[in-house]
């Protein structure tokens, strides 16, 4: 059963221009992800693709010129934004991709305390803290006296200790070493084979393909291609989308082809298929609207020809 399902998102954003005149830019449209209990799903795609947008919306924590259309349902109820606000920090969690997100005038230690819902505190913080390499004295220090990479195994841990029910995770590796990286893996899989949905917002296909158990594509602000983890692999065979199958191989440990041309800018995309101008097998019809929704071998895809 899905802990959290995102159907047919869109996210606008109002703003003025010159001559004070009101402009609406779509940024987010027709985005569908969901997450089950004892998941990970990990979501990538190139920056200004959607990802951290869309974490912002389900913590109901998206600026105020912001309009959202479709759903958020969280353990089968829909996530209005009172009960965002209720269950942001308790029950649904982020590992927000700024360690500027960190109180700057709390101390580290009772700072990672409050994260602590059913465990010993004081207890369950020294123990993540050895457990990603944090010195004891770092519970005594505040925010800016710390390096980004300490920063970083902070708010990842006061994630872990929280046990909620979904953790989302915005680019938790920049600035760990191996090791680190390694333990975090190791915890997302310990939280969710413990009940948690755990979704991983990453540029680090490596990371994601490690870790999770399904890949969402973002590609232009909506969902091009959920697949499984196990879908990766050989020359990309298995995979159904033009764009996913451009990403796979441009990894340098596969043929490192970079994807010719650019993602359109949000204001400015094609009518139809947002990958059509950059795709080697685009047809006349790509171009007329954006594909619907589909299902192929398993996974969905938006392609018209995806087979």
Aim: hydrophobic share 40%; with cysteine.
């Amino acid at each position: 059963m899905s802990i959290l399902e995102v159907q047919n998102l869109s996210i606008s954003f109002t703003k003025y221009s010159k001559g004070l005149r009101q402009e609406t830019n779509l940024v987010i449209h027709n985005l569908n992800v969901s997450i089950n209990k004892g998941e990970i799903v990990a979501v990538v795609g190139s920056s200004g693709s959607g990802k951290s947008l869309l974490a912002h919306a389900i913590l109901g924590i998206l600026p105020g010129n912001a309009n959202m259309t479709g759903s958020i349902l969280y353990d089968g109820e829909v996530l209005t934004e009172e009960r965002k606000t209720d269950l942001r920090g308790s029950e649904i969690v982020i590992v927000p991709q700024s360690v500027k997100s960190l109180d700057p005038l709390m101390k580290i230690g009772p700072q990672v305390q409050t994260s602590v819902r059913k465990k010993n505190a004081i207890t369950a913080q020294k123990k993540i803290f050895e457990k990603y390499k944090l010195h004891p004295l770092v519970e005594k220090l505040f925010p800016f006296q710390l390096s980004g990479g300490m920063a970083r195994r902070v708010l990842v841990s006061m994630a872990v200790v929280s046990e909620a029910n979904v953790i989302i995770a915005d680019e938790p590796t920049p600035g760990l070493d191996m090791e680190v990286i390694k333990e975090a893996e190791i915890s997302f899989r310990e939280l969710a084979d413990n009940g948690s949905g755990v979704m991983i917002i990453t540029h680090d296909i490596d990371f994601a393909l490690k870790v999770a158990d399904k890949i969402a594509v973002f590609y232009a602000g909506t969902t091009v291609e959920t697949a499984l983890v196990s879908d990766f692999f050989g020359a990309g065979e298995r995979l159904r989308h033009p764009y996913t199958k451009a990403l796979w191989r441009a990894l340098p440990q596969n043929e490192f082809v970079p994807i010719k041309g650019s993602q359109p800018l949000i204001n400015d995309l094609p009518k139809g298929c947002p990958f059509a101008p950059r795709c080697e097998h685009a047809a006349s019809d790509c171009l007329e609207e954006m594909p619907a929704e589909r299902i192929v071998r398993g996974g969905m895809v938006r392609c018209l020809y995806a087979t």
